[in-house]
Every structure is written in structure tokens, then in C-alpha cells.
């Protein structure tokens, strides 16, 4: 199965107060983690973005079609711009995502449109998987200005899958880094 990693480095960074993309971590930037990540496993990496701060080497950058709708604009956008049919999405501020897990979730694809993480209760779609099949429901609830994957996810045959042993395995395992104390507090 070929896929195409979707890394959404959009998003204000409003409470870390500095583009968390350029952040770094271990001397490198968390969206270059990301890559160096994805490229170990994807036949196509895509940023989302529209800041040419974010080019990493030759990967192209996609733009938000649809502007101000959050994490969705740039999933829509890129699983536009995708080769394949399935995608692995990223979002750059999870940095603690490992390839093993990521592999996990890949296992679990089979005939579903998403594959979503769940621990504790709470589901993680910006560390999931997506088939290129979603792209019309998206589009309807980005027309209807309903921006929350959740309302999504609930609507396509999602594999919701329970990653409790895993985040026992890694408790980093689905941290962000939003806040500038996030990064003084990393156990690594």
C-alpha cells in the first residue's frame, strides 16, 4: 500500500506565541522530526502550508483552498493534491508519534475511510489515517461551515482504534507542544 504523509504545520500557534513548526527539539525543528518521520515510510510527503519558511528540501507545500477552517482546510487541500489513496496525517506539534505505532495504525486500514487513534476516551484525528474517499464529505461540511473532524469522522466508516497499550508503551505518545512551557516540561 503506497501513502502519502500529510503534515498540517498550519495553525496560528497562538498560545505557544512562535511558529511551532520551527520550534526545535533535540536540534531539530519539529517539522523536520516530522519528515525525517514520514519519510521513512510514505512514498509522498505533503506540508500543509502556505510559508515558504516551511519547504523542507523538495516537498511540496500545499495551501489551504479553504481558508479558516482549521485543520480540515489543510487535510481537504492536501488529500486533493495526494497520489494516493491513503494518507497519514501529522500534525508537527505531536513530535512523541513513532514508527511502530504508526505502522500499528497502517495494519488496521482494511475497507474503512479513517483509522483514529482512541485512548482514555479521546480520539486523536490529526494522528490518523485517511482515505481519499472523505474528500466529498469534507467538501459538504466545509460548505456547511462545520469544521470539526469529529462531526466527520462519525459520518464515514471510521476504524475508531483502541491505542490504551500503546500510549502505556510511550505516554508521549499523543502529547502537543501548544504552550511554551510544554517544551521545559518534554521527558525524553
Known amino acids: 500500500m503506497q501513502i502519502t504523509a500529510i503534515i ?11 511558529d511551532k513548526a520551527l520550534l526545535e527539539l533535540d ?7 516530522a519528515v525525517d518521520l514520514c519519510s521513512q515510510f510514505c512514498d509522498e510527503i505533503l ?3 502556505d510559508a515558504e519558511e516551511h519547504r523542507v528540501g523538495s516537498y511540496r507545500l500545499v495551501e489551504d483552498e479553504v481558508k479558516d477552517c482549521g485543520p480540515m482546510g489543510g487535510i481537504y487541500s492536501c488529500l486533493k493534491a495526494s ?4 494518507n497519514f496525517v501529522l500534525s508537527v506539534d505531536a513530535p512523541f508519534v513513532t514508527k511502530d505505532f ?11 475511510d479513517a483509522v ?9 484525528p490529526l494522528i490518523a489515517f485517511y ?12 460548505g456547511e461551515g462545520n469544521y470539526k473532524l469529529h462531526f466527520l469522522l462519525q459520518e464515514v466508516n471510521t476504524n475508531f482504534v483502541e491505542s490504551g497499550e500503546w500510549f502505556k508503551k510511550y505516554p508521549e505518545l499523543f502529547r502537543n507542544l501548544n504552550y511554551p512551557e ?3 516540561n518534554i521527558m525524553l
Open 8 to 18: 498540517l504545520t498550519g495553525g496560528k500557534s497562538s498560545r505557544m506565541g512562535t
Open 27 to 33: 536540534g531539530k525543528t519539529l517539522l523536520s522530526r
Open 47 to 49: 506540508i500543509s502550508s
Open 83 to 86: 497520489s494516493n489513496q491513503w
Open 102 to 112: 504508526i505502522a500499528f495504525l497502517k495494519g488496521e486500514t482494511n475497507n474503512f
Open 116 to 124: 483514529v487513534p482512541l485512548h482514555d476516551g479521546k480520539k486523536e
Open 131 to 142: 482515505r481519499k474517499t472523505v474528500l466529498s464529505q469534507i467538501e459538504v461540511k466545509i
Open 182 to 184: 510544554d517544551i521545559g
